[in-house]
Nanobody, 124 residues
Framework: QVQLVESGGGLVQPGGSLSLSCAAS????????MGWHRQAPGQEREFVAV???????YIEDSVKGRFSISRDNVKNTIFLQMNSLKPEDTAVYYC??????????????????WGQGTQVTVSS
């Protein structure tokens, strides 16, 4: 079993920055893809970014150029750096991990491991 614990959420003004972290623990951490999804109030959960064990990344178009994802395989931790934040980025951000299922919006029901979520609020 894999446990995921997010941290770093909070309140930020439009145009500001936040960095989220997700620490993974448990078994079968090698070769596991990790990433971030988010869910805004009244909306479906959606994919944000993913990083493979080898460091390949994919960023959703609406945040590309503003968000970046990275990982530290020694510490089993991934990071989401969010810059130029907009009010529409307000959501609960969830860390996700899976060894075999691609981390996308369509595969949400199949993803094996989720964190508890961390709230990000962008407001003046």
């Amino acid at each position: 079993q894999v446990q995921l614990v997010e941290s770093g959420g909070g309140l930020v003004q439009p145009g500001g920055s936040l960095s989220l972290s997700c620490a993974a623990s448990g078994s079968i951490l090698s070769f596991i893809a990790m990433g971030w999804h988010r869910q805004a109030p009244g909306q479906e959960r959606e994919f944000v970014a993913v990083i493979s064990w080898g460091g390949n990344t994919y960023i959703e178009d609406s945040v590309k150029g503003r968000f970046s994802i990275s990982r530290d395989n020694v510490k089993n931790t991934i990071f989401l750096q969010m810059n130029s934040l907009k009010p529409e980025d307000t959501a609960v951000y969830y860390c996700a991990a899976d060894q075999g299922v691609p981390l996308t919006t369509a595969t949400i029901p199949l993803i094996s491991h989720w964190g508890q979520g961390t709230q990000v609020t962008v407001s003046s």
